[in-house]
């Protein structure tokens, strides 16, 4: 974060995809932040977050990480990567490639109420983690 910026808990999102073990499954988890579905995530409309998301699986360098409005990816600003800041935050579609060891942040600000999937996928297994964001005018 600019050094003027202080993380914030409340609006600083921290998404970590890793894999947990292959057995039984026959095949590893992907993981996010620890399990496969977290529970939702109740957030505010009007309110910018930012999500940060990190790959430490140990193999899987075709992570796709999208944020989707009805099976369709909305549109979020590209902040940095490798916690490196792009400049100025590009507005792209929500729908990123992360390799082992990467790390991407995106801003979101969602309009009006709304429920988004944020969604980790393995595309060669299309095994997935998923979870949902409620966007409501309720304060958190």
């Not at 026959?26 to 998301?53: C, H, I, V």
């Not at 944020?118 to 964001?133: A, D, I």
């Amino acid at each position: 974060m600019p050094p003027e910026e202080a993380y914030d808990p409340t609006t600083d999102k921290s998404v970590l995809f890793s894999q947990g073990p292959g057995e039984p499954y026959g095949g590893a988890l992907l993981l996010m932040n620890g399990t496969p579905q977290p529970g939702a995530m109740q957030l505010t409309t009007g309110t910018t977050y930012r999500f940060r998301f990190m790959n430490i699986t140990p193999t899987l360098n075709n992570l796709r990480v999208s944020l989707k409005h009805e099976g369709s990816p909305v549109q979020w600003r590209f902040v940095s990567k490798d916690s490196v800041d792009v400049g100025t935050p590009t507005l792209k579609m929500a729908d990123q490639m992360i390799a082992v060891g990467e790390t991407y942040d995106f801003e979101y600000t969602a309009p009006s109420p709304q429920e988004l999937t944020l969604e980790g996928l393995q595309p060669n297994s299309l095994r997935r983690s998923v979870q949902s964001l409620i966007f409501s005018d309720l304060p958190e």
